[in-house]
């Protein structure tokens, strides 16, 4: 159905991203609050994507935010703030969204955005390798769109799943963050490279035992980023 749920308490806003987004063919549905927005979401849960404003009333985007990830890792995320701070941007992706835009934005930014985080959302729905990969203690279900640790279930976003993907796919070879973003984020991406930097950053606290000295994802200095399945001295 291609649904999306926009949280703007911005009325002119919220209706600008309902028309632009309802004329090309997603069904959207408007709320101008975060209380509202999960007691729609908890109502249905047939929402592909949410468009979520940092600025809101009562509950601010960010606990909106992290509230949505515990019910869903497959559901797209996209934070929308006018602030420009880096940590407003980094906080949300760390909570796990999966894109933002910073407003204001033109109607081509806000749809290019979304269809690529669509085509994310629904390329795991219907994948249908069913291969695995293996490489030393975590195991890549491609087909069931999983990744275990000495067999115990990692939950990944979409994003997530897609980078270990990329990675799994190139062990121990080192991958730049254009060659990442492209792959992932698609090489029509309006955003910046510091988002690969803090996927990165999140999937260490979910797949290493100690983040602060990983031995699997490895910062290849000037380079980008590698998995690495070889011992580390």
Do not use: H
Request: glycine share 6%; charged share 30%; with cysteine.
């Amino acid at each position: 159905m291609k649904k999306i749920l926009i949280v703007e308490d911005e009325e002119a806003i919220r209706e600008f991203e309902i028309i632009n987004l309802n004329r090309v063919g997603y069904n959207t549905v408007g709320v101008a609050s975060g209380e509202e927005a999960l007691e729609i979401y908890d109502s249905s849960k047939d929402f592909d994507i949410v468009l979520l404003d940092i600025t809101l009333p009562g509950m601010d985007g960010f606990a909106v935010c992290k509230e949505l990830r515990k019910r869903s890792e497959k559901l797209g995320i996209i934070m929308l703030t006018a602030r420009t701070q880096e940590m407003d941007k980094i906080s949300g992706l760390m909570l796990g969204a999966d894109d933002y835009v910073t407003k204001p934005f033109s109607p081509t930014e806000l749809l290019a955005r979304v269809d690529s985080l669509y085509r994310r959302v629904e390329m795991q729905g219907t994948f249908n390798n069913p291969d695995e990969i293996k490489l030393n203690e975590f195991t890549l279900n491609l087909r069931k769109r999983s990744l275990l640790k000495n067999n115990k279930n990692i939950e990944l976003t979409q994003v997530e799943f897609q980078i270990i993907e990329y990675f799994f796919q190139n062990p121990n070879v080192a991958l730049s963050r254009t060659d990442i973003l492209n792959r992932v984020w698609g090489d029509e991406y309006f955003g910046e490279e510091k988002i690969v930097d803090v996927n990165i950053r999140r999937l260490r606290i979910k797949i290493e035992d100690n983040p602060g000295e990983p031995k699997n994802l490895l910062t290849v200095w000037g380079m980008g980023y590698k998995w690495n399945t070889k011992e580390l001295n």
